[in-house]
């Protein structure tokens, strides 16, 4: 299994950034169980939405210029497969 390295600042930030948009699913399960308006609703979605694609990047650029990085100077030219499977699924 393939695993990245992360310092522990780094495993700090994305923790807390996971941690705040599990509380904000949890905000919307109390507005769903408190007969919230659906507008607010979608409202708070569109903003986890927006916290898990910044997420996303944040780990993609790491991604980039670390682990993908490390392998082409390596001469592992396959990571270059890999990294346009993310790409796709990334955009999509």
């Known amino acids: 299994m393939k695993k990245t390295y992360r310092t522990e600042d780094e495993k700090r930030q994305l923790i807390h950034r996971l941690n705040r948009i599990s509380g904000q699913v949890e905000g919307i399960k109390r507005m769903i169980e408190d007969d919230r308006y659906c507008d607010d609703i979608l409202t708070q979605l569109s903003a986890i939405d927006k916290a898990v694609k910044s997420l996303s990047s ?14 082409v100077a390596e001469g592992n030219l396959e990571v270059v ?9 990334y955009s999509s």
């Open 58 to 71: 944040l780990i993609l650029e790491k991604h980039l210029y670390s682990c993908i990085k490390k392998e």
């Open 81 to 89: 497969d890999e990294v346009m499977q993310l790409f796709r699924r």
